[in-house]
C-alpha cells in the first residue's frame, strides 16, 4: 500500500476510532490497524444499544464497499458538508438547464426522501445504496460526519435527516459551478 493511501485510511480509521466504533467493524475494511488505534479503540467505553450498533455497522459497510482491491480509498472528504450536500452537487454535476426539472435531481430527492422519512433501522438499505451510488460515481463524503449523523438519526435534538433534506433543498445556498 502507498504512503498517501495509508495515510487517507489511517485519517479515516483515526476520524471514525474517535468516534467508539469497535475495532471489530474496522477490521471488516480489510486494512491493518495501526498499534495506537486498536489501543484507541479499545479503550472506548460504547453505548450498545440498538440504534448505535446499526450506525456503526452501515458506516463500516460504507467505508468497506468504497475500498479498492488494491487498498486505495479516495472517498473521503472532510469539506463535505454532508450527504444532502453531495447529493445535491451530483444534481447539480448532471443537470443540463433547469435543475428541478432534471432526472438527476428528481432521482436523488427520491433516494433522499426514502432515507429522511424512516428511522435508521429501516433506512439503512437506503442510505447505503446512495451512499455507494455517489461513491462509485467518484463523488466524496465526509466519513466522520456520516458516522456522527447515523449515531444520532433518531435522536430528537439533533435530526440529521433534517440537515441532509434542507441541505439538498436549499439550492440558492450552493455555489453555482
Known amino acids: 500500500m502507498s504512503k498517501s493511501t495509508k495515510d487517507k485510511t489511517e485519517q479515516i ?5 474517535g468516534r467508539g466504533l469497535r475495532l471489530k467493524l474496522l477490521t471488516q475494511t480489510g486494512n491493518t490497524i ?13 453505548n450498545y444499544s440498538q440504534d448505535t450498533i446499526v450506525g456503526r455497522t452501515l458506516a463500516a459497510r460504507i467505508i468497506a464497499s468504497a475500498l479498492g482491491a488494491d487498498g486505495t480509498f479516495n472517498g ?28 438527476a435531481y428528481n432521482q436523488m ?36 460526519r456520516l458516522y456522527n449523523d447515523l449515531m444520532y438519526w433518531d435522536s430528537s435534538p439533533h435530526k440529521p435527516q433534517l440537515m441532509w433534506a434542507t441541505s439538498f433543498c436549499d439550492v440558492k445556498s450552493f455555489p453555482e459551478k
Do not use: M
Open 109 to 144: 430527492l427520491t433516494r433522499l426522501v426514502r432515507c429522511c422519512s424512516l428511522p435508521l433501522k429501516e433506512a439503512t438499505p437506503h442510505i447505503y445504496s446512495l451512499a455507494t451510488f455517489l461513491l462509485s460515481r467518484g463523488y466524496q463524503l465526509n466519513f466522520n
Open 13 to 17: 480509521v483515526r476520524g471514525i476510532s
Open 34 to 46: 495501526p498499534a495506537d488505534i486498536i489501543r484507541s479503540v479499545n479503550q472506548v467505553t460504547t
Open 76 to 103: 473521503h472528504d472532510p469539506t463535505t458538508w454532508n450527504l444532502g450536500t453531495t447529493a445535491l452537487q451530483y444534481a447539480r454535476d448532471n443537470s443540463n438547464g433547469n435543475l428541478e426539472e432534471s432526472v
